[in-house]
């Protein structure tokens, strides 16, 4: 039989062993607290204040490439070039929508612009030689007008696609995803356009 003196040794013992249990178990209660009110709030101070270039900035940043666009002349009657980089795309139809993209952005050397503010593009398809361009609304609304205009915009854009990606060969444009007859009424738009290099300032210049 136990003596008292043993008992209370054994109780003590169970007493400190009880105790540094509910140490151990509020430890890691607060531990476990703590990392996830940090990973809560980080997450949503991101969501919130996301990183200078949008979620995802602080990926690796793509690889550029040369690309030449046209835009109209001084005297807006012919197409020059420009030298731009864009990001290196691993589709062609992503390529072909960096390229009017940076048609859209407007020229950078003082060259006329060819398309009007605020257009915007949809989309790309690329489909049996032929990409698809589907632009929004702006085009038609804010487009000047005039054949001049209207073959700027239409030869800028097919120029700068098939010069740059050799699997384009003509160019459709489409508003909103649909056909249309014309930007604004001077050159029929329901069909594709091949490229045309006589409107190059530097195609004249050939022998």
């Known amino acids: 039989m136990a003596s008292k003196k043993q008992i209370r040794t054994a109780t003590v013992k169970t007493r400190k062993q009880k105790k540094t249990m509910k140490k151990s178990v509020l430890v890691f209660v607060i531990t476990a607290l ?12 991101d969501y919130v204040y996301p990183p200078v270039g949008g979620q995802g900035a602080g990926a690796k940043k ?5 690309v030449t666009v046209y835009f109209s002349d001084a005297n807006e009657r012919f197409l020059a070039p420009e030298k731009r980089y864009v990001p290196k795309e691993e589709t ?16 950078r050397t003082g060259l ?3 398309f009007p503010e605020k257009v915007e593009v949809i989309g790309v398809k690329i489909d049996n030689g032929i990409a698809s361009v589907s632009f929004n609304r702006n085009l038609l609304k804010n487009h000047p007008g005039g054949s001049a205009a209207e073959m700027a915009t239409i030869y800028s854009l ?8 050799p699997e ?17 009424g001077h050159i029929d738009t329901r ?8 409107l190059i ?3 004249k210049k050939e022998p």
Request: net charge positive; proline share 1%; glycine share 4%.
């Open 158 to 165: 097919t120029n700068s696609l098939t010069d740059n990606i």
């Open 201 to 203: 300032v530097q195609a």
């Open 191 to 198: 069909q594709a356009f091949a490229p045309n290099r006589e």
């Open 62 to 66: 793509k690889e550029k490439e040369e």
């Open 34 to 45: 703590v990392g996830f009110l940090v990973f809560f709030f980080l997450t949503l101070f």
């Open 168 to 184: 384009i060969k003509k160019v459709k444009i489409l508003v909103a995803g649909k056909e249309i007859e014309s930007i604004k």
């Open 112 to 114: 006329v612009n060819t």
């Open 92 to 107: 062609q139809a992503n390529a072909a929508r960096e390229l009017v993209k940076t048609l859209l952005d407007g020229s």
